[in-house]
């Protein structure tokens, strides 16, 4: 059995941690170019979206909400994973977090840089992006305010510039470390990075303070900014989206994702890097534990959905409750019940089975799932407005689709490339801590 | 001058700290060295920190330049609101509330800077030692008629290894 992290000596947790940012082995150029292609090919998708206009999407009305928006909603809620859970474990003090945190702050930085690309894509002119953002112009407008699509744009700022914060601050002493023997362009870009780090006490105190503080100010911006976000559904007067529980299911639902997202990059970061010794069975096992209380919150929150929509037999509402569970979009919405509930609840419920393939298994089918959650949310009650002339239905073309698959390719390009300029796992929060004193 | 000594255990560390404070050296001539956060106990080497309040005060500067930025474009640009408030808070809330966590976000990180030493002009001379892991490094600044003294200090509390150096 490998021995405790904690318990290996220093040097070997250096070793072990710097050591993937000093080799680029085939596989992994080959992946990059794979995932750059696939970037690249969304890239042209969006050239070609940009020069022939909105049209060559599938949006038309009254659906004019589609994969986009379901990107968008899906990728904030990966974000989830990073900030939150790190948040949440280190104010805990959960001593098995210190493993996961950097990887999981890493998924919020990159999973909120690609979310937050949506909106500009889906305004078509995409160009005019800045009329959002409240400048003296010479027409004498200023944004609207009171629009929830502003507030979002609020609340994403700030969730970007705290979460790229709070990933930043416990590198420094790691970059500091990585300045000292390095190729001459990384030990320039670490030691800018560093900021003239020297280890002093001065310098740890204010880290150690400034990591907390950041921990509980980016736990009430995560909330706020997922509950922004089911906000934009929530104050249209629209069948099923109008719902008082919708920020906190969004919410919920989140850190669902998130928590799936985490465990999907650690198995990968385990095997890829050979990080064995350090992300353990125990690290899957709890996660895997959280997963599955999300899971049945999940449930409880889609059974509360939807049981009071079916119960209140408001005309409207059941019309989107039909093409939801029993017409158009009944399979996506039964297969989001199976990878949600189902799969999680027998894969992650028997203590037998809870291996680390199975979960990460599980933790596939529910960012899988998740997204079909997003799409059956966003895409019925357009597609069935409150006038039944207009009732129409939505299918992507190939440009959603490739811009969407572009997104995924993205995401791993980024963190490949962190992977290989940062050590993935925190090596200062790694070292042997002597006892503290009363 | 500096006098830089290397010590294995924190307890030896806080002992010739607790030595050298009691010679008159200040908390702003110490420093300690480490390739990991060291704790000692209270009243060694306490850093007091204003954090928390400039983390507060950021958060009301922001939310009240955002509340006020909105009340003013609201009245700019007057829409037709059906005799409803021009502004109202209810609507703009969330908006305050995003640039209020901003503002505790960028105050709290440009304070770090600040608190930290790593944004502040610094004295460059000042020599940083080398430090091996596990071990705990206390620099002291004093006049140079004063360095036999902290060094004697520092050995007697039980220093690997002690040295002088000039600013």
């Keep these: 059995m490998a021995p405790a992290p904690e318990l290996l000596p220093y040097q070997r947790i250096r070793e072990d941690l710097f050591r993937p940012l000093s080799r680029v082995s085939r596989r992994y150029v080959l992946a990059t170019v794979c995932a750059f292609v696939v970037g690249a090919a969304g890239l042209a998708a969006w050239a070609y979206q940009l020069r022939r206009g909105m049209g060559v999407t599938g949006l038309q009305r009254p659906v004019f909400w589609g994969f986009y928006i379901v990107d968008f909603v899906f990728w904030i809620g990966i974000s989830h994973a990073g900030t939150l859970i790190s948040a949440i474990l280190r104010l805990t003090d959960a001593a098995w977090r210190k493993p996961v945190t950097r990887a999981a702050e890493a998924i919020t930085v990159f999973a909120l840089m690609i979310g937050g690309m949506f909106p500009i894509i889906h305004l078509g002119r995409a160009w005019l992006f800045f009329w959002l953002l409240p400048y003296p112009n010479s027409r004498l407008l200023w944004p609207n305010f009171r629009s929830p699509l502003l507030w979002d744009l609020t609340a994403i700022v700030t969730y970007v510039t705290g979460s790229i914060i709070y990933l930043y601050l416990p590198l420094i002493p790691d970059v500091a470390q990585l300045a000292e023997h390095n190729t001459p362009w990384r030990r320039k870009l670490y030691r800018a990075l560093s900021l003239g780090w020297t280890g002093s006490d001065r310098e740890w105190h204010a880290l150690e303070r400034a990591m907390k503080l950041m921990a509980c100010i980016i736990l009430a911006v995560a909330v706020s900014v997922h509950t922004v976000v089911a906000w934009d559904f929530a104050m249209a007067v629209a069948p099923m989206w109008h719902s008082t529980i919708f920020g906190p299911y969004f919410v919920a639902g989140a850190i669902f994702s998130g928590i799936a997202a985490l465990l999907i990059v650690m198995s990968l970061l385990r095997k890829v890097l050979h990080l064995e010794t350090y992300l353990t069975p125990h690290h899957f096992r709890n996660l895997g534990k959280l997963l599955l209380l999300m899971s049945l919150l999940w449930l409880y929150f889609t059974m509360s959905e939807n049981l009071t929509v079916w119960y209140g037999n408001e005309p409207k509402e059941m019309a989107v409750f039909g093409a939801r569970t029993r017409a158009q979009y009944a399979p996506y919405f039964w297969i989001m019940v199976v990878l949600n509930f189902v799969i999680p609840f027998v894969l992650l419920g028997i203590r037998r089975l809870r291996t680390i393939a199975n979960t990460t298994i599980a933790a596939v089918c529910v960012v899988v799932g998740m997204w079909l959650e997003r799409f059956v949310i966003v895409v019925p009650t357009l597609a069935n407005p409150r006038l039944p002339a207009a009732a129409s239905s939505y299918a992507p073309t190939w440009v959603e689709i490739a811009i969407t698959a572009a997104t995924f390719a993205a995401m791993a390009m980024l963190y490949m490339i962190f992977a290989k300029l940062f050590p993935i796992i925190a090596v200062w929060e790694f070292k042997p801590h002597p006892p503290e004193d009363e | ?167």
């Excluded at chain 2, 400039?54 to 009340?71: D, K, N, Q, R």
């Excluded at chain 2, 430090?131 to 003294?149: E, F, K, M, T, W």
């Design chain 2, 1 to 167: 001058m500096y006098v830089i000594g290397e010590f294995h255990e924190k307890e030896r560390a806080a002992a010739a700290i607790r030595t050298l404070r009691a010679g008159g050296a200040t908390a702003a001539d110490l420093d300690v060295f480490s390739e990991e956060p060291v704790e000692f106990p209270r009243g060694v080497l306490d850093r007091p920190s204003r954090m928390s309040l400039i983390s507060v005060s950021g958060a009301i500067a922001f939310g009240l330049l955002a509340t006020g930025f909105i009340y003013w474009a609201q009245h700019d640009y007057r829409v037709a609101t059906g005799g409803m408030p021009l502004f109202s808070f209810w609507a703009t809330g969330v908006i305050t509330y995003e640039m209020t966590m901003l503002g505790a976000i960028v105050a709290t990180f440009a304070w770090f800077l600040w608190e930290s030493g790593l944004a502040r002009p610094r004295d460059r001379s000042a020599p940083v030692p080398m430090v091996d892991p596990g071990s705990i490094c206390l620099r002291v600044r004093c006049r140079a008629g004063q360095s036999a003294h902290a060094a004697e200090a520092m050995q007697r509390a039980g220093a690997t290894g002690v040295e002088r150096r000039e600013s």
